[in-house]
């Protein structure tokens, strides 16, 4: 058994703080605040929202929720910003983002049932501009993908893992097995609800497949199995503190995206409850 | 220098979790997730609202609010709940409470400027059934409601500590020196953010005080500083991870009640942030 580093010193400096007193007292418990903060602000990874958590709300509605949570990454989808808007409408889009601090890091899900909506996919996603273009192509598909993939090089795919009530990629297992052989460059969206669902363990498997998990849905789930349903991060089964800490341990880089898909007529709440949790967890793991 | 029991076993846990794999690792992810949680429920104190964080809505909206945000204790105010309400008024506000889970488990702040306003703020306790009273009497009044103790043997009298922006009750330090003396029912509702902008430290006031802390008022503030304003809890100058400490080892029983000052006409996201980095905090401090 070891002690993970990170909990060492936190829990050493929490030691310090119960036996210090008076003035000294107020400068560790600021500085204890403080360090949770920066070990979060170290991070090399970013919390984000997934399109799909606003499917019912425009693009302003999206981005002043956004604003408020302090959170500055979005995970463009098309009923947001159309597969075949013109260059004018994605720099609009874009200068819109920026006016209230958020980047547009990726495109998706985006399906892909045959060559062409391949392409279309690929030549969106260098439109738009961004790294990460999240998929779904069906499973025949993967070889004309992969010589995408050759041809856009800026370009990662991270296909999307849909859990048990889909019968393609449903957990990160079964991707990893259809995308080992292929291009590094087509890997995952770790969707960790979808992943624990489908009977999977999320934060185990981030181990497995790190190398090519290039992006991540965050939920939580009532049950760890087919029966369990989206709630507030910190109600369900994940446990989002091993999360963080893998996260960490394998060096990922890229974006949690909040795809909450609860109460989605009025999730606001829900989302604020669930970055709320999910920064404490950042500040503390 | 020692390590905090709680975090040493929660680090040990986390050690274990980064040796073990597969089907262990899966058992183990759960059992790590539901252990904080468990930790968490086991603690004597509860999450709660301050009524003046909902100044500007109604009892159902009130209501609504802490039910999603599963949170089940209110401190009444008296635009909720007038301090002449008859006695089936105030029936149909705890059936109204109790209908959407919610206790309401004391009253105020109430000022108290002379014998019959104190008078009155007794009895209304009373009628409510409520064992705190949250009260800002004046200096001049203590004597008198020292002697409304006596004949209000259920209640316990938590004043309100103000901050630097009131010249009354400035700090927990200011009210320990004004009660110690009278009825050990004549306390403090320790106000977190109002005690760090006077100066002082709520973790270590809480340490110092606790025998008289019979309410919490839990927000967080800009800075440590007369110039700071509240913020959502997590975004601020307070250790929360710290104070969730220090309640569990002064055994604070009381009620840790959110009275959130900002963005009052639209508080929602802000008090579901709040209340979710709450929650991570307790299941991880």
Redesign the interface.
């Given at each position: 058994?070891?002690?993970?580093r990170r909990?060492?010193i936190?829990?050493?400096a929490?030691?310090?703080?119960?036996?210090s007193?008076?003035g000294l007292?107020?400068a560790c418990?600021?500085a204890?605040?403080a360090r949770?903060r920066q070990a979060a602000e170290a991070d090399k990874f970013h919390l984000g929202a997934a399109g799909y958590t606003f499917v019912k709300f425009d693009l302003d509605t999206t981005l002043k929720?956004l604003r408020?949570?302090?959170v500055h990454y979005l995970c463009i989808k098309d009923f947001h910003l159309p597969l075949n808007a013109t260059d004018e409408q994605i720099a609009a889009f874009h200068a819109k983002c920026a006016s209230y601090g958020v980047t547009g890091y990726g495109v998706g899900p985006i399906y892909m049932a045959n060559e062409a909506e391949a392409d279309r996919a690929f030549a969106y996603a260098r439109r738009v501009g961004v790294k990460i273009l999240v998929g779904v192509p069906s499973y025949e598909l993967l070889p004309y993908v992969n010589k995408k993939l050759e041809q856009y090089p800026e370009i990662k795919l991270a296909i999307h893992l849909h859990g048990p009530d889909i019968d393609i990629y449903q957990t990160a297992s079964v991707i990893w097995d259809k995308v080992k052989d292929y291009n590094p460059r087509m890997g995952m969206c770790l969707d960790i609800g979808h992943d624990l669902r489908g009977g999977?363990?999320p934060?185990?498997d981030l181990r497995k497949y790190h190398t090519r998990v290039f992006d991540m849905h965050f939920k939580d789930e009532s049950e760890?199995s087919k029966a369990g349903w989206c709630v507030?991060?910190?109600?369900g089964?994940?446990?989002?503190?091993?999360l963080v800490?893998m996260m960490r341990?394998v060096g990922y880089e890229g974006v949690c995206s909040l795809e909450y898909e609860k109460d989605m007529d009025d999730p606001?709440?829900?989302?604020?409850?669930?970055?709320?949790?999910?920064?404490?967890?950042c500040?503390?793991?």
């Open positions: 058994m070891t002690i993970n909990s060492f936190k829990a050493s929490a030691g310090a703080l119960m036996l007193a008076g007292q107020t418990s600021a204890g605040a949770g929720t408020r949570a302090d999977a363990d934060v185990e760890a507030e991060i910190g109600r089964k994940i446990d989002f503190p091993a800490r341990k606001f709440m829900g989302i604020a409850e669930s970055y709320g949790y999910l920064k404490a967890v500040n503390m793991a």
